[in-house]
């Protein structure tokens, strides 16, 4: 139950291999990221319930007994959520007032959030008003999982808040939850993407509630323990793109040529499990033949990605300016923009790296060298969490805020 407030954190991801056909059924390849989402919830002074959700300039507050109307007549077994409630949904966005297939950013995020606090506080008898805020440093729709970094951090911090979860801080600079409490987690999140989302696979969230590198089929979830140290350049072409859109884009393709697509969805899946093989390969002493194969991977993928309708001329880009110096690269993610990531052997040298960086950059481009494997969701003692996320934590900018 929520003492005086809580601070969690989800890491965002990167996909290998394996975007969009995994939501049909077939093999991706996952790493967390190590940048993070903030969530801090603290008890509200007022009875009302507020979200500060400043990298979306959004500051919204409600009155808990307008919110206590919209509880579900049952009361959803907290342990067993599987699909969303779209009565719910539709009354949620009655209540706000949003037409559905509304796609900006602060109605998403609002809904999910609404959609959550609602429904788990419905499985507990105290409702108590809260003051939400969260912050990230991924950048929001760009194919490193915002969505899903969000959404573990308001299951974990709601279902902390309510009683479901323990809060296991002990003294530790920081703590996780058990695997039995990891998994609830990971099923209210997958709740909040289906929100966001539309038709989700379940990677996104596993990868902010696990974290580490995992293998996604199906639901079925099983870490790479032996994934080699790869370097990895990600590159943000600052080109916005909504994965719902995108993902509704190959399902239509699926459904107008399904002799056409299909293969391809399967030749990605083909290409996953050929680099979880060539992975396995590495961890017992990584050659440049390994690498040969991970980067002939990211160039068929990166044209099967093209094929079903996901790519984008500012991606294109990306990979012509590191195939010049010999680097290669796709996208992750979603596409249609966003994010891409470029393989970087042991021993590309930082003349390279840094004159690639630099051509990048001058297309207007944001790249960074990453590291990958983050751990997944946990809860921070106030310390450990970095003074300038705190500051943004405990300052949200409540001026601007919309009573409602
Ligand atoms: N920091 C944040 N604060 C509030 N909402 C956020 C935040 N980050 C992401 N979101 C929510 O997630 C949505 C973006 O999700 P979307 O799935 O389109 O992109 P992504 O998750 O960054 O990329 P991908 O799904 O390809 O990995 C936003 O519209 C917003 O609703
Ligand atoms: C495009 C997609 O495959 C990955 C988005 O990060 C969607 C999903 O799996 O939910
Ligand atoms: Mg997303």
Known sequence: MLDKELIVSAPGKVILHGEHAVVHGKLALAVALNMRTYLRVGLSADSRVSLNLP??????????????????????????????DHGLIQQLREFMGVLEGSMENSTLATLAFLYLYVSIFAGSRDWIGITVTVWSELPTGAGLGSSAAYVVCLSAALLSACGVLSCPVNGCQISRWNREELEIINKWAFQGEKIIHGNPSGVDNAV????????????????LNSVPI??????????????KVLVAGVKDKILKFPA????????????SHECEKILGEMATGPTDKHY??????????????????????SLDKLCQITLA?????KLTGAG???CGITLLRPGTDSITVDKVIKELEDCGYDCWETNIGAPGVQLHCTSSVKEEIS?????????NQQNL
């Open 55 to 84: 990298n979306i300039n959004t500051f919204l507050s409600w009155d808990l007994s307008s919110l206590k109307t919209l509880m579900p007549a049952y009361a959803t077994e907290l342990q067993k959520v599987d699909k969303p």
């Open 208 to 223: 902010g509630t696990w974290g580490g590198a995992l293998r996604y089929l199906s639901g079925d979830i099983t870490p």
């Open 230 to 243: 790869l370097r990895i350049l990600l590159t943000n072409t600052q080109v916005p793109r909504s994965t």
């Open 260 to 271: 056409i697509t299909i293969p391809v969805l399967d030749s990605i899946n083909a290409i």
């Open 292 to 313: 040969d194969v991970l980067e002939e991977l990211f160039d068929i993928n990166q044209h099967h990605l093209n094929v079903i309708g996901v790519g984008h001329p």
């Open 325 to 329: 110096h010999g680097l290669h690269s």
């Open 336 to 338: 249609g923009g966003g």
């Open 391 to 399: 500051e943004i934590l405990w300052t949200p900018s409540s001026g």
